[in-house]
């Protein structure tokens, strides 16, 4: 949801220098959207630039370790309806927009992600992994260390994933400088170390200079190839 003005609100929740309180859900337009989804693996993630500078960006899943378990044609179908909320009402009676309903695709965070320039039209870079809800984050942390930070793609990707849900914070202690956790701690933010979340990240970035910078991954299996012109 990109409105200027709603951008604007949920930066304004965001404090700098000390903890604050875990931000509140924004107020989009439309019923609540409890979540009430299962979570488990089975997703993977591409991103592809060919000669002619055509890009693609895409995330495919079929949501749990082998879908709904019946192949058909040499590959599983998913098990995609379980993103939608198990309860189509919440306590109080009102409907949850993730219900399930004829013709509506479920809740996802899937964000497969091709940045452009300011002029709307020359691809910058492209991005996106697996990971549930994770997503979002692995995502974030990759754009703001190659577009912010100017790191190499591939240093981007291994820079500790940290996910934030509410006040549980997860953090890949093991890749993290001692001197940054002990600051967020300091900061009053409760962080917890897990080995977990191993992310999947594919990418890569335009510098500009006529050269393809990509990287993959390390805590999983994907790798990036330079094919032939």
């Not at 942390?141 to 190499?152: A, E, H, R």
């Amino acid at each position: 949801y990109l409105d200027d003005g709603y951008a604007s609100a949920r930066a304004a929740t965001v404090t700098i220098g000390t903890a604050g309180p875990a931000p509140k859900p924004g107020a989009l337009p439309g019923a609540k959207g409890a979540d009430k989804t299962l979570e488990p693996g089975g997703t993977t993630h591409f991103v592809i630039r060919d000669t002619w500078g055509n890009v693609a960006s895409m995330t495919t899943t079929v949501e749990s370790f082998f879908g709904t378990g019946r192949m058909v044609g040499g590959f599983f179908l998913n098990n995609q309806l379980t993103d939608f909320s198990f309860s189509p009402t919440q306590p109080d009676g009102q409907p949850v927009a993730n219900a399930v309903a004829g013709g509506k695709h479920p809740r996802s965070s899937m964000a497969p992600v091709i940045v452009f320039a300011r002029d709307g039209k020359t691809v910058v870079a492209a991005i996106g992994s697996p990971g549930g809800s994770s997503i979002l984050c692995y995502n974030l942390k990759t754009l703001i260390g190659v577009l912010d930070w100017k790191l190499p793609m591939q240093e981007a990707i291994n820079l500790p994933n940290v996910v934030a849900r509410g006040d549980q914070i997860r953090v890949e202690q093991a890749r993290m400088e001692p001197a940054v956790w002990d600051g967020l701690v300091q900061m009053g933010y409760k962080l917890t170390a897990v080995t977990g979340e191993e992310s999947g990240l594919n990418g890569f970035i335009l510098p500009g200079d006529g050269t393809v910078n990509g990287g993959s991954d390390p805590r999983r299996e994907g790798v990036f190839i330079r094919g032939s012109q």
